[in-house]
């Protein structure tokens, strides 16, 4: 069925050509002229459903206190970095007893 362009420039899309293709409000439509014809993809739009808790290991329990462990993974890290510090240090030091 032939649609008209409307005011802005819009047109509407077909029941039967939204059901085969499965356009839902809020997709995307990307557009492009190939050959001189008008080429439209439709991106689902992003979901908003939580994706916490997909890297869970079975047994654990989820996180409930990101606060606690974002301070705790940056804790260690600093653990890590003042380790290596002192190694290196110790390292210069006995190069300069020698």
Excluded: C
């Excluded at 080429?39 to 916490?52: Q, W």
């Excluded at 606690?68 to 993974?73: G, P, Q, V």
């Amino acid at each position: 069925m032939a649609n008209v362009v409307g005011e802005r420039f819009q047109i509407t899309i077909d029941r039967k050509v939204r059901e085969q293709l499965g356009i839902q409000p809020g997709d995307r439509a990307v557009e492009w002229v190939e050959d001189g014809r008008l080429v439209v993809y439709f991106m689902p739009k992003p979901h908003a459903r939580s994706l916490l808790g997909i890297l869970k290991k079975p047994g654990t329990k989820p996180i409930t206190d990101w606060q606690a462990l974002k301070e705790n993974a940056w804790a260690a890290r600093t653990e890590e970095i003042m380790q290596a510090l002192d190694a290196d240090s110790r390292r210069h030091r006995q190069k300069a007893e020698r």
